[in-house]
């Protein structure tokens, strides 16, 4: 997890010269797809007069197929000077953007209302998706494995177009007239109720196109739970081999050894006679640019953060790049020698479920200028692969920072996945800020029990953190970080797992839990019981300080393995009736006008 973070970091750092873009080498173009990062004002220079949207940040005549016409850029790629219009505001509350900007988006909003009906049947799609089983105009949930259901994301994207109306008009007030607030609304939900009306007529409890052929097409369910279009008990969905060409030659020049090494992990299975990889909505990252996030999160906000660390560190490579002695983020997640670029930052959503849910520090859905976070950390069931986590989330009010830590005997062997064991969490809040913590639970809804107290008087922080950098430099010197790559022997044409010392991926411990702030070193309060229920969840109200959560008596359990390894089904995600307090309210399924996150 920690390598493949580096990876997205070191990857969109070498994109942020002048602007973003999506490759620093090759194309060097701002698609708004590819999370473009140009101030929203940049799109307005290349609207056309019709109110149509590009799908860059000026227009360069590429990819107009994939939108519905009369100018428009694919609906996804041209939706992003509205919704990073929006975001920008969550974390900057700066009103004047919107001011500046609003027409614009407004202009979009009517462009698409008069004419995004009709440019989908232009383009080919049945108003009840008859024939639709894979991919038609549009680019979607680009380089997933699967087919990309490109009718859902122009219709979730034009939904987020009018959602995004409804949430600035709401902010600005009024500066602008309040039935633009009830017009992106209205618009929003109409075609939210379009989009469950066709995925659930199947009748099969599933959310999937009409056509059951069209059953594997990409971001599927995942990305209209995130939006609160469907609740979570819709999510269903089995793998499948996987038989790309790259894939597929790697399995045939590798050893035998290896080769029975990845069926014993269940990294590979029969596809017919031979053996192949596959992909899966449960092991292994398989998603496109938009579904990668969507899966993450949806699988860790709704009581399945174990699937989650299983599919970011589980079967096969998943950051594969760390296997090939990447320092970038890819393009694709497997080797691509010819087509696809190796510093790329499209596919790095992953990062964000990283801080957000790893780790457990994201900006409030509903904050605006960056005041409030929400401290949210979860747990795996099993600690073999994860023991610690930390992240900082910079707002323009401070740095909000989180870690956690399990605690083990310093002799411990074994019991990663059956011991009984206690949890530290500290959390700060910058000055002016404030923050929800909201306690952990298990993945099946049942509460647990802890204590919190408070920092009485600030220690120094900024020493720790100069203390825990240097710390931390020294471990990459000494390259504790990914520890193998797979290496091809020319003399017998032959793959070979290899392994090798590297700086990148090194765990270094959080300043929160450095030995300055240890034991006797920081003047606490008294300790507070918090004492876990089982009907609600646990929220607590926090102001500017540092503060320390003890999870008492956490239990360890194995993590769950399919019978049919990486490709099979989990049906307890879909057949579990409670999936916690945070998620048993159906009505938080229905999105708030002041959420700058769940829009889409």
């Known amino acids: 997890i920690n390598g493949g973070y580096e990876l997205v ?83 900057y509350g700066d009103i004047k953007l919107l001011e500046q900007t609003f027409a614009s988006h407004l202009r979009w909003f009517e462009f698409l209302r008069d004419h995004f009906d009709k440019g989908m049947i232009v383009k080919g799609y049945d108003e009840e998706l008859k024939g639709y089983v894979k991919e038609g105009s549009g680019l979607g949930d680009w380089l997933t494995f699967r087919g990309r259901d490109t009718w859902l994301t122009h ?69 209209s739970l995130f939006s609160r279009v469907v609740p979570g008990n819709y999510f269903r969905r089995k793998g499948h081999t996987w038989p790309g060409s790259e894939e597929m030659r790697f399995i045939q020049e590798s050893p035998k050894e290896l080769i029975d090494e990845m069926v014993e992990t269940q990294e590979l299975s029969k596809r017919g006679k031979q053996w192949a990889m596959g992909w899966s909505q449960w092991h292994g990252f398989n998603e496109g640019i938009f579904a990668v996030r969507y899966a993450l999160k949806t699988l860790s906000d709704n009581g399945f953060h174990h699937v989650a660390i299983s599919k970011a560190t589980g079967s096969r490579a998943n950051f594969d790049g760390l296997h090939l002695d990447a320092t970038t983020h890819w393009e694709s997640w497997w080797r691509s020698e010819d087509l696809y670029s190796h510093n790329h930052p499209m596919l790095g959503a992953s990062a964000e479920w990283m801080a957000s849910s790893v780790a457990g520090v994201s ?64 959390f ?55 520890n193998y790559n797979w290496e091809f022997n020319r003399d017998n044409s032959k793959w070979y797992k290899v392994y090798r010392k590297k700086a990148i ?15 006797g070193k920081v003047q606490w309060s ?28 956490w239990q360890l359990k194995p993590e769950e393995v399919s019978d049919d390894g990486r490709i099979g089904s989990l049906p307890q995600y879909y057949e579990a009736e409670d999936v916690g307090p945070y998620c048993a309210d159906t009505e938080t399924f229905d999105w708030n006008v002041e959420d700058a996150v769940h829009l889409i």
């Open 505 to 519: 991926g090194t765990p270094c411990k959080s300043f929160l839990f450095h030995p300055s702030l240890g034991e």
């Open 363 to 426: 900006l409030s859905p509903t904050t605006s200028g960056g005041k409030e976070v929400l401290f949210w950390p979860r747990f795996p069931n099993s600690a073999k692969d994860l023991r610690f986590a930390s992240a900082t989330q910079g707002t323009r009010r401070g740095d909000f920072s989180i870690a956690w830590n399990m605690d083990f005997p310093q002799d411990l062997q074994t019991g990663y996945d059956s011991e009984r064991i206690s949890i530290h969490i500290r």
């Open 155 to 223: 219709q979730s994207f034009y939904m987020a177009v009018a959602r995004c109306i409804a949430y600035m008009a709401n902010r600005m007030g009024s500066l602008v007239p309040a039935s633009q607030v009830d017009e992106g609304l209205a618009l929003a939900e109409t075609v939210k109720e379009r989009i469950a009306n066709l995925y659930l007529k199947n009748g099969n409890f599933c959310f999937l196109p009409p056509e059951p052929a069209g059953k594997n097409m990409s971001p599927g369910p995942e990305m």
């Open 9 to 91: 970091r070191n990857a969109f750092n070498s994109n942020l010269l002048s602007v973003q873009s999506d490759c620093p080498h090759r194309e060097k173009i701002q698609y708004g797809g590819d999370i473009n990062a140009d101030a929203p004002s940049d799109w307005r220079d290349q609207q056309w007069e019709n109110g149509a949207y590009a799908g860059t940040s000026y227009w360069l005549a590429l990819n107009d197929y994939a939108g519905i016409g009369d100018g428009a850029g694919e609906t996804v790629w041209a939706t992003a000077p509205p919704l990073t219009a929006v975001r920008h505001f969550q974390h």
């Open 428 to 482: 700060y809040v910058p000055p002016d800020g404030k923050a929800i913590f909201r306690m952990p639970e298990y993945s099946n809804g049942e509460s647990v029990n802890g204590s919190i107290k408070y920092a009485t008087l600030l220690p120094n922080l900024d020493e720790a953190k100069t203390l825990a950098k240097e710390e931390c430099q020294e471990r990459r010197k000494a390259k504790l970080g990914f």
């Open 526 to 553: 008294h300790t507070t019981p918090i004492d876990g229920t089982a009907s609600n969840g646990i929220e607590i109200p926090l102001l500017p300080g540092l503060y320390e959560v003890v999870i008492n008596e």
